[in-house]
């Protein structure tokens, strides 16, 4: 069974873009407004995710790097 891969946090911020081009373009209606709003939120959570994961993999590096010395 194939695993679904998640998107780096380069694919979010694009996804995360277009969100934004479609809330600011004003054609939206109210709900349709709102859902881009939750998914947009659902994306930055993703990336602020990522993020962390990142840092922390960054911390445990340099640690080892000053252990090395």
Do not use: H, N, W
């Amino acid at each position: 069974m194939e695993q679904e891969k998640t998107p780096g946090v380069e694919e979010t911020f694009e996804a995360l873009e277009k969100i934004i081009e479609q809330l600011e373009g004003g054609d939206s209606s109210l709900e349709e407004s709102f859902k881009y709003y939750e998914t947009g939120m659902k994306l930055v959570k993703r990336c602020t995710e990522q993020i962390d994961r990142v840092e922390k993999q960054i911390r445990i590096l340099a640690e080892e790097e000053i252990e090395d010395e």
